[in-house]
């Protein structure tokens, strides 16, 4: 189960496209930047200082026409617009040096790239922030430099979903400036101000967000100066608090963001990063359910959510927009409702089989998830959501994302993974079985939080289907190998007890039973353990549906263990009881048949790891058949010592020919039937990865050049 959000999908390399300015939509631009359109704008000088072409502008003709006169209301109005879209922000301005000494670069950083948008927008037509310190504000309007004082901010925070700062104007006039979600925003404008505008800017937004846009509102208000006064002691008051300081300065930031006056929306593109449809898809594949959990709009995130591929036009649609517990729990009803409908009436059609059904997206906001969470309607959304193949959650805050992910927790034993890439995502992180942080443009914080970081989505499917694969195939294969490899042995020593009347003595040395662990079969487990590969990447890129054998948990479950162990017994049985009846009427002393028996079992237990190597390199031999040399060296040592008890027995008993052949029969017999057995089920009950490795056999012997050429395109090298 993968949580992602939009947010992760996208680039975060924003394009300014469009903006509605007093009720009136402004989209006819024509995309200007990286040096691609220099007369549009794009440059501005001020004081020899230029822009850095870096982020691409949508420039529309006609609004650039009126950011530059400052006579008609309207051109007021944009005036106002662009100073508030420079100024509401926390984008440090950075001026460099070029070659040339009249001439400086200035580019904007911060950690919201919507904010660097909007600045480097508000910067193509004419409204250019120079300079942020903590008290003022330096912004160039059409080439004349202002000054204004910032007399207090109130940041950002994925709960308000809005900011604001408030302005001292030139002029001495003291203004709030709003920037945030539309929710969020229409809930503080005053309605009776301009009821058209807002009208007119409510559809400028959808359009907007259903073109995938990210939309933003804002709003601004002028304040009187015994509010400004009262504001200003309330918040000098809030930001010097010890305790509950951000509650107090949400407080104070509540007071003063109301009754604002609409001042317009913009629209920015955040295209889909690279790889980001196919990777879905590849996820998608495999078996993994695939939910996006987004604070963005829903039309941006339906938008966002076509253009990845994870909905697609044959799903049906669920949503679930409400804001009360009983209607919430109506739109529930309702809708298992129609799960139970569509599944009958699917049934019907495909015979019973199930297959073929419609598939089912959940699309859900966050105003709804307040009254499911944490209540009784949990189950059903639980029960719904489970029946969708895609979930999306959208409007959602942070806890709520994390909320989400526990909700699947608790109630499944499936493996939970949150991927994500900003401050709003790392409760989700933490709360997920496995935590990927992104590391992109918005900050540190998810990858802090994260158990892995990455560069783009699309790694997710190389770290799930290849790097999960092998290490789930080699951690089951190791676990069982182990279990064995100390069972067989015990058994050993357990066999020889029975057969001396419970004497409790042993057979084999004291220092070859210490050894065993530490030098006769550790190393091969280590080196197989880290280095072994059952499929090559271009085969479980290729078919992600292998993943599935960790899914149906086929390497590591009950029924191998049981038959490892049963296997386990019969090797035991063999490396005892060939030199016991080979020997049975001999006068062979007991330390000469304990070093017989402490080789027989090294071989067999590492020619029973060799039989199961799948890809050898050349250090997988050296440590299998030098663990086998390894041990001669040592027994041969330990009974060249005189003071240790069975001095020189292995030279007596290695003269024979007998014991070689006890050798040989040993490990034949012992790992016969397991053989046996292997090539009965590669021949007759092939799982997905036997019949994958016989086609890669295949494919390499008959295009041994090409066979790397498979791979889908948009992942990096082969194997
Ligand atoms: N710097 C900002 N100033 C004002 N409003 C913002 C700012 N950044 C985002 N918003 C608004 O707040 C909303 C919620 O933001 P949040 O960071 O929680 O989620 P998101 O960035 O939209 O999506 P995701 O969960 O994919 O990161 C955004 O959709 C946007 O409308
Ligand atoms: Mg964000």
């Known amino acids: 189960m993968y949580s992602p959000k939009t947010g992760t999908l996208t680039e975060n390399k924003m394009e300014f496209q469009c903006a509605s300015i007093g009720g009136v939509d402004y989209s006819n631009g024509n995309a200007g930047g990286e040096g691609e359109d220099e007369n549009v704008g794009y440059l501005v000088q001020e004081e020899g200082i230029f822009l850095k072409p870096k982020m691409r502008v949508k420039i529309d003709p006609e609004l650039f026409k009126l950011s530059k006169s400052k006579h008609t209301d309207e051109g007021r109005h944009v005036h ?26 200035i580019e904007y950083q911060g950690e919201s790239p919507d904010e660097q948008a909007l600045v480097y927008a508000a910067a193509s037509y004419g409204f250019m922030l120079i300079e942020r310190t903590s008290g003022h504000i330096d912004i160039s309007i059409q080439g004349e430099r202002h000054r204004f004082n910032v007399l207090g901010m109130h940041e950002f925070d994925s709960d308000r979903k809005r900011m604001s700062v408030i302005l001292g104007s030139p002029n001495q006039k003291v203004k709030v400036l709003v920037k945030g979600a539309d929710t969020s925003m229409f809930s503080i404008i005053d309605k009776s101000l301009n009821s058209n505008m807002i009208k007119s800017t409510e559809a400028h937004l959808h359009a907007y967000s259903s073109r ?10 002028g304040l009187s100066s015994a509010e400004f006064e009262q504001w200003h002691s309330s918040y000098e008051l809030a930001s010097t608090a010890l305790i509950g300081r951000a509650m107090l300065l949400r407080k104070v930031a509540n007071n003063i963001e109301n009754h604002l006056g609409i001042l317009g929306a913009s629209g920015i593109e955040d295209k889909l990063q690279q790889g980001v449809p196919e990777a879905i898809e590849s996820l998608r594949t495999a078996g993994i359910k695939v939910w996006v959990l987004t604070g963005d709009k829903q039309e941006t995130a339906i938008s966002i959510g076509y253009s990845s591929k994870l909905l697609t036009s044959n799903m049906t649609r669920i949503v679930i927009n409400n804001n009360s517990i009983d209607t919430c729990r109506k739109s529930l009803e309702d809708a298992l409702l129609l799960c139970k409908k569509l599944k009958i009436s699917s049934d019907a059609k495909h015979g019973g089989s199930g297959a073929g059904g419609s598939q089912l997206a959940l699309i859900i906001d966050g105003t709804s998830l307040v009254h499911v969470l944490d209540t009784d309607l949990e189950i059903q959304l639980f029960e719904l959501a489970s029946k969708c193949t895609v979930v999306l959650c959208c409007r959602v805050a942070p806890l709520q994302k994390a909320g989400i992910v526990a909700l699947i927790k608790n109630r499944t034993d499936d493996m939970t993974l949150a991927i994500g890439d900003g401050a709003n995502d790392v409760s989700m992180i933490q709360m997920a079985d496995v935590g990927i942080g992104i590391s992109g443009q918005e900050g540190r914080q998810a990858v802090m939080a994260s158990d892995f970081a990455m560069g783009q989505f699309r790694f997710l499917v190389p770290l799930l289907l290849v790097h999960g694969h092998w290490n789930y195939q080699r951690m089951s294969y190791m676990i069982l190998y182990n279990f064995y490899r100390n069972a067989v042995f015990v058994l050993i020593l357990f066999w020889y007890v029975l057969f001396t009347g419970f004497s409790l003595t042993t057979a084999i040395t004291d220092w070859s039973s210490m050894l065993y662990s530490i030098i006769y079969t550790a190393v091969p487990t280590i080196v197989v353990g880290i280095l072994d590969k059952d499929l090559s990447r271009t085969t479980l890129l290729k078919y992600p549906q292998l993943y599935g054998a960790g899914q149906r948990r086929e390497s590591y479950n009950g029924k191998l263990f049981w038959i490892t162990m049963l ?11 060939v030199p016991l009846l080979a020997y049975w009427k001999s006068d062979v002393d007991t330390s000469s048949m304990g070093d017989l028996w402490t080789l027989a079992i ?22 299998i058949w030098g663990s086998i040399a390894a041990t001669f060296i040592c027994v041969l040592i330990i009974d060249t010592l005189p003071f240790l008890p069975g001095y020189w027995a292995f030279f007596t008993i290695a003269k024979t020919k007998l014991f070689w052949a006890c050798l040989v029969g040993i490990t034949v017999g012992a790992l016969l039937p397991r053989f046996i057995i292997e090539i009965f089920v590669q021949s007759y009950k092939p799982n997905d990865i036997q019949i994958a490795r016989e086609a890669e056999k295949v494919e390499i012997s008959r295009e041994p050049h090409d066979s790397q050429m498979e791979m889908n395109p948009f992942f990096g090298s082969t194997r």
């Open 212 to 221: 995938g846009l990210r939309t933003l509102v804002i709003g601004s208000r």
């Open 602 to 623: 090294v071989i067999v237990v590492n020619v029973h790891l060799a039989m199961d190597v799948i890809r050898w390199y050349w250090i997988t031999h050296a440590a």
């Open 567 to 577: 296997d386990t017994v019969w090797q035991s049985i063999a490396v005892f009881f």
């Open 80 to 105: 106002d617009f662009f100073v508030a879209l420079a100024a509401c922000n926390t984008i440090v301005p950075l001026t460099t040096e070029t070659s040339d000494p009249s001439v400086k670069l």
